[in-house]
Every structure is written in C-alpha cells, then in structure tokens.
T-cell receptor, first 112, second 117 residues
Framework: DAKTTQPPSMDCAEGRAANLPCNHS???????VYWYRQIHSQGPQYIIH???NNETNEMASLIITEDRKSSTLILPHATLRDTAVYYC?????????????FGSGTRLLVRP | SAVISQKPSRDICQRGTSLTIQCQVD?????MFWYRQQPGQSLTLIAT?????????ESGFVIDKFPISRPNLTFSTLTVSNMSPEDSSIYLC??????????????FGPGTRLTVT
C-alpha cells in the first residue's frame, strides 16, 4: 500500500519554481522520503532524498516538515524538459533490506 | 551512475506463453529489483534479487508466475510465465548503487513493454 499522497497533476510556467507537495502522514522515524521522476517511455530518474533535514542538490530542493508528515519538492527554475510524472516515495526497511513504495505520482506540465 | 540495459525493449506475446526479460548492468551490484508498471499506473515492486540467494517476492507475486535468476553481480532475468492480457505492463529492473548524495540510490533500466494478446 502506498504511504504517500500526491495531487494527480500540476502545471507551472517555464522559468518559475515548481513546488510539488506530498503527504506521508504514516511515515516512521527511520523511513526516508525519496523523489523520482519519469519522463514518458523512460525508467524513473532519481532526484533527491531526505530523512529529517532539508536537502538541496543540482536538480532540486527537498523541504521536509518538522513533524515529517509532509514534504515539498522544489524545482527552482522549471524548464520544458522538466515535464514528467514526479513520484514521492517512502523507503521502508533497513540499508541491507529495503524497498521503495511508490505513490501514484504528480503529472507536472511546464508551460512555455 | 550505473548503466542498465534491458532486452527486449518491447514484445507482443500470445496468452499462455512465457517471456524472459534480461537486465544487464555495466558494474557489479549486490541488490537488483524488478518492478511492474501497469498502463497508466505507478510502479509496483515484484521482487528483490540479491546475488547468491533466492529472490524475495512481494505480496501478490509468486515465484511460479515470475521466476527470477541472478547468476552473477551484473545480470538478472525475470520470466513472465503463462501470460494473460492482465500481464500487459512495463517491466523494469533497477539496481542499488552508492550515489553522489552520499548514500545508496536506485537506478532504473529503460523498461520492457509487454503486450499480451
């Protein structure tokens, strides 16, 4: 069973920030939040992950609320190539035995 | 990151037959995963395949229907047996590798698009 809830679709203008929300109210203390995206007809691509602290890399920023029940993926300057389905995922288990539980995803459309 | 290839990229099969999907990685990895993505749906984990041990299947998936081999650290196969139209999906393999984030990340192959008629 999915442990995350995401809006089915969103859109934003090219060059603006895209803020994708995710609810994971049943997350446990040692479970990570991962974000992947899937561009049509391709395998999912890793974006970022975090446990408690906010994280930033060259692709995006991840903001996790203090109670860890929700998070937001931020694409600071969306481009047309960022149009994809974005999956918020909870990683359950330990480093030696774990699995990714995919949510239903948010279809992001970046408008010119 | 690991480069993953899958064969075939797509296939159309008749019901009652079986198809074996191959997953090849360009580096040695311990953990490999097989997922199913039904049309318009998200990904569902089928099983985890570690080299040297039996695959671990998720609830709703059984070895008789989806036998998996993991003969070495760079290769795995998934067989979809006695296929029915309900098996029409994209099947993806993924591997775990140490990433630039400073922790393990999963990388996915391009997928095998299966249509059962």
């Amino acid at each position: 069973d999915a442990k995350t809830t995401q809006p089915p679709s969103m859109d934003c203008a090219e060059g603006r920030a895209a803020n994708l929300p995710c609810n994971h109210s049943t997350i446990s203390g040692n479970e990570y939040v991962y974000w992947y995206r899937q561009i049509h007809s391709q395998g999912p691509q890793y974006i970022i992950h975090g446990l408690k602290n906010n994280e930033t890399n060259e692709m995006a920023s991840l903001i996790i609320t203090e109670d860890r029940k929700s998070s937001t993926l931020i694409l600071p300057h969306a481009t047309l190539r960022d149009t994809a389905v974005y999956y918020c995922i909870v990683r359950v288990g330990t480093d030696s035995s774990y699995k990714l539980i995919f949510g239903s995803g948010t279809r992001l459309l970046v408008r010119p | 990151s690991a480069v993953i290839s899958q064969k075939p990229s797509r296939d159309i099969c008749q019901r009652g037959t079986s198809l074996t999907i191959q997953c090849q990685v360009d580096s040695q990895v311990t953990m490999m995963f097989w997922y199913r993505q039904q049309p318009g749906q998200s990904l569902t984990l089928i099983a985890t395949a570690n080299q040297g041990s039996e695959a671990t299947y998720e609830s709703g998936f059984v070895i008789d229907k989806f036998p998996i081999s993991r003969p070495n650290l760079t290769f795995s196969t998934l067989t979809v047996s006695n296929m029915s139209p309900e098996d029409s999906s994209i099947y993806l393999c993924s591997v775990e590798e140490w990433g630039t984030s400073g922790s393990y990340e999963q990388y996915f192959g391009p997928g095998t698009r299966l249509t059962v008629t």
